[in-house]
């Protein structure tokens, strides 16, 4: 018996020897698992807060392109950019355009009734005094006629010229030379 002993008292043992390789096993494991569980949760946080600091960082950088696509907007709004497709944009400001040269054609139209307004009251006045001095160079049969007519030429082409009606003093010149044209030409 004594071998029978020795095989149950070895086989116990062996099973003893077994039981405490699972339980030092087992603790290990737990040891590990526990440390990793805190190492990992300290991993995580970490993890979470780097995140969050990330994630304010982004709302601070998207707040302020927001911010500034809004002043952009804004200020687009204010100088009438944006609001209004190409076409509408050219279109107006061929309107304008159109409107501007209708103003300038009426200024025009203005200024020439002017000059025709003060070339004619200029031509009455000038015309008893060309017939004067025609009659003064003229002979006594010398015909007044051709003076008026030389007159009325010279007046027809003297609306082109810009000058103001007062400064053309050298007006009564040019009808005095074709009279004594005239009577340099009747004399022959």
Do not use: C, Y
Request: zero cysteines; proline letters at 5%.
């Amino acid at each position: 018996m004594n071998t029978t002993k020795k095989t149950v008292v070895l086989a116990h043992k062996t099973w003893l020897a077994g039981v405490g390789v699972f339980e030092v096993g087992r603790e290990k494991a737990a040891n590990k698992f526990d440390q990793l569980f805190v190492d990992g949760s300290a991993f995580v946080n970490d993890l979470l807060e780097k995140g969050e600091s990330i994630e304010t960082q982004i709302h601070v950088k998207l707040e302020t392109k927001k911010m500034l696509k809004d002043k952009i907007s804004a200020l687009r709004a204010k100088l009438g950019f944006g609001n209004e497709s190409r076409d509408q944009q050219v279109d107006n400001l061929s309107q304008r355009v159109d409107s501007l040269i209708e103003v300038v054609a009426k200024l025009a139209q203005q200024k020439t009734a002017e000059k025709k307004v003060t070339t004619a009251a200029s031509a009455t006045k000038k015309e008893p005094v060309v017939e004067s001095k025609a009659s003064v160079n003229a002979p006594a049969k010398t015909p007044t006629k051709p003076a008026v007519k030389a007159v009325t030429k010279n007046t027809a082409e003297k609306p082109a010229v810009t000058k103001p009606v007062v400064a053309k003093p050298a007006v009564a010149k040019p009808v005095a030379e074709p009279t004594s044209k005239l009577n340099a030409d009747e004399k022959d």
